[in-house]
């Protein structure tokens, strides 16, 4: 047993996350009614790490701000540019696949006990009153936006505090980010608990139905994934993108892809910057921050979604409607909250655009549910190995401005 622990622990993260992939695949198909405990491996790996997150973003910002010294630099202008970029670009995709490849729906039932916003006013007045939300209940609540918020006033309001209590601080930053060690340790085993789960449960019959739209949605996240991002990362590093591409799909997508989260991937996202060897003021700030703002998948969701609700009532949609479609979605996707299915609920606001009237828009949003087990997973995937790639890209780029040397195929 010994060296069996021994030879586990020479593996990489990604080594051990693989074959606790394979093991709860293995089980679901052959053994899932013996194999179920193993369930609760997932619920305990995805529960610790919604439960460090907010605390670790708190600590790390409070420290990163009460530390940074004046004139130092943080990439944070550049990072929250690519965002932005990088999520208009994925809704301005989706669109233009829709148009090539488009897609009719055979409309469910809308679900139930869900209530979609009522345009942007109001996704952007949640998002005013989550920056004013109160400390305790943002944690609470994973609010990122109010956690953020307070954690740089109180870093703010901390820069005169004497170095004890800066260094107070930091010590507590750093016993939060040691815990985030130890529970990503576990992810070989959250990992099979969380496939197990979502093959035993929901299986495979129920998307086949949906193959065309599935595969249109897949293959604009893939294109995003592979393609579009690695022109912006190019556009910034002006080297090879996809060894650093690659690595973050690799250690940050495939965590988020089982949990579903990108609240709860935020611990998997901070370890990956520091081994990327990325400056903390930057990477503590810009991680949740992206988890919150940075939603290219979200983007491709909301506007394939809405698109294939169009195609099905008829409607004649122009070119500038489109475009306004891509902004749109972007707007909204930023709206979207880090949990699983976020994005299905601001479709009806997209489809708003169209004058598609709001039940059947909530029936469009009932099929996003059906095939949620799959275009959440990729959504998330997308959406959180996507902060770790910008993040690592604007600081790349401010070392090229500088003249550093960035051997980039050693990220892989």
Not at 123 to 150: E, Q
Not at 242 to 249: A, F, N
Request: charged fraction near 10%; aromatic fraction near 6%.
């Amino acid at each position: 047993m010994k060296n069996l622990l021994k030879n586990w622990n020479r593996l990489s993260l990604v080594k051990q996350i693989i074959i606790g992939l394979l093991i709860g695949i293995i089980l679901a198909v052959t053994i899932p009614d013996v194999a179920q405990p193993v369930v609760i491996l997932g619920s305990l790996f995805v529960g610790a790490l919604k439960a460090i997150a907010p605390v670790l973003v708190l600590f790390l910002v409070m420290s990163a701000i009460t530390q940074h010294k004046s004139g130092q630099q943080t990439n944070m202008k550049s990072i929250v540019v690519l965002y932005l970029v990088g999520t208009f670009l994925a809704g301005l995709v989706a669109v233009i696949a829709s148009f090539i490849f488009p897609v009719g729906l055979t409309l469910a039932n809308s679900p139930e006990g869900f209530t979609a916003p009522g345009g942007v006013s109001e996704v952007l007045k949640t998002l005013l009153l989550n920056i004013v939300d109160n400390p305790v209940n943002a944690i609470a609540n994973s609010n990122y936006i109010g956690i953020l918020t307070w954690a740089i006033l109180i870093g703010l309001a901390l820069r005169s505090a004497p170095d004890t209590t800066k260094t107070m601080i930091s010590n507590f930053s750093e016993a939060v980010s040691k815990i985030v060690t130890w529970v990503i340790k576990f992810a070989p085993l959250g990992i099979m608990g969380l496939v197990f789960e979502s093959i035993s449960t929901n299986g495979i019959d129920s998307l086949l139905s949906y193959g065309k739209l599935l595969a249109v949605l897949l293959g604009c996240m893939a294109f995003v994934a592979l393609v579009v991002n690695p022109i912006i990362v190019f556009l910034a590093i002006r080297q090879n993108p996809y060894p650093l591409v690659l690595k973050c799909i690799k250690e940050s997508g495939i965590t988020a892809f089982f949990t579903r989260s990108s609240a709860a991937n935020i611990p998997v996202n901070m370890k990956l910057c520091e081994n990327l060897g990325l400056n903390k003021d930057s990477y503590s700030v810009s991680i949740p921050l992206g988890a919150t703002i940075n939603m290219a998948g979200a983007a491709v969701t909301i506007s394939v979604l809405t698109l294939a609700a169009v195609h099905t009532l008829g409607i004649e949609v122009d070119f500038a409607t489109a475009l306004i479609l891509s902004v749109l979605s972007a707007v909204c996707a930023c709206g979207a909250s880090g949990v699983a299915g976020g994005s299905l609920l601001l479709i009806p606001l997209a489809c708003s655009l169209f004058g598609i009237p709001a039940e059947i828009a909530m029936q469009v949003v009932g099929v996003g549910f059906i095939i949620g087990v799959l275009q959440d997973s990729f959504e998330t995937a997308l959406n959180s190995s996507t902060d770790a790639i910008f993040t690592a890209a604007a600081e790349f780029k401010e070392w090229r401005k500088e003249g550093k040397k960035i051997d980039i195929s050693k990220v892989a």
